[in-house]
């Protein structure tokens, strides 16, 4: 961006990053999630809302075309709600963190916490009201999420961060930190040795057809991922796509048995999209398995 052909009176979207102490990264999301404008290949438009907002198009010889807004816009950053300080936007996460609230908003989506709006912005989910989020607009309408303060020490949104930026390296692969004892007997038991396509180390054969039904289907997913809640319990697979939970269940001894129900109860107690598989769904996992995903809007690569 030519900023020397910028106006005292106007400013470019690195000005108003400095103007307002963020990252460029962040403001520019924040300009997209507050509706102003939108990405066009290379270049970004203004949206009808960004030109209401005094939203102009300049020209560099160095990059080409870009936008540039008038002082008035920081006040479409100054949110009525900040004042209080009972509460923190992704933006003010994302600075404890070092992150940018693009990133932070993609982690608390990972969580399912947060869902993309159809049109622009974030919506809360029910489990992102129980640790506390709240609805919030923009003053262009567009929704995004406020958090409690308290949100910086939640464990499970600190592990997720720390895993995020590499902070977090288990030295035994696919054991979970903290494991009930039952849990842990089971991960004794049937150690995860099995490894299949997509590098993953699982526990059966089942798993191992599982996990390869989903990666040549070309499903980003996650083995023994711990699920966002206060239990500490890990579910079978985890595709972020739907935010859906998979479980095989395998065995029928009492104490397994015992272990399958107090997993569903956490899944239901929480509302979370559970899919469950048993050894006569493995041998149909064709049919099975994609009609179960579509359910929640997953589709597998043809």
């Known amino acids: 961006m030519d900023d020397k052909k910028v106006a005292n009176n106007e400013l470019s979207a690195t000005k108003l990053a400095t103007e307002l102490n963020m990252t460029l990264q962040s403001v520019v999301q924040m300009l997209v999630d507050m509706g102003l404008i939108k990405r066009n290949g290379k270049l970004w438009d203004l949206t009808p809302t960004g030109v209401s907002k005094g939203g102009k198009y300049r020209e560099s010889t160095q990059t080409g075309r870009y936008v540039i807004w008038p002082k008035s816009i920081i006040a479409e950053f100054n949110d009525p709600n900040e004042s209080s300080g009972n509460t923190l936007t992704a933006t003010s996460i994302g600075k404890s963190f070092d992150l940018p609230a693009s990133r932070l908003n993609s982690i608390l989506s990972e969580l399912g916490w947060i869902k993309k709006d159809p049109v622009n912005g974030w919506q809360i989910t029910e489990l992102g009201k129980r640790v506390g989020g709240t609805q919030a607009k923009y ?50 038991k049937f150690p995860a040795k099995i490894r299949v396509k997509d590098g993953h180390f699982v526990r059966s054969k089942a798993e191992a057809i599982i996990d390869n039904w989903i990666y040549e289907a070309k499903i980003v997913h996650a083995y023994e991922r711990k699920i966002p809640v206060e239990e500490d319990i890990y579910c079978d697979f985890w595709i972020p796509t739907g935010k859906v939970y998979i479980e095989y269940w395998g065995l029928e001894d009492q104490d397994y048995l015992g272990r399958k129900e107090t997993k569903i109860s956490i899944y239901k107690k929480h509302d979370l999209n559970l899919i469950q598989l048993t050894d006569s769904d493995i041998s149909n996992i064709d049919d099975i398995l994609p009609a179960k995903l579509r359910e929640f809007g997953v589709l597998p690569e043809d």
């Open 139 to 188: 003053k262009t309408g567009v929704p995004y999420v406020r958090w409690p303060n308290n949100i910086t020490n939640n464990k499970i949104l600190v592990t997720s961060i720390r895993e995020s930026k590499g902070d977090i390296i288990s030295s035994n692969q696919d054991q979970p930190q903290n494991d009930s004892s039952e849990a842990k007997q089971f991960r004794e």
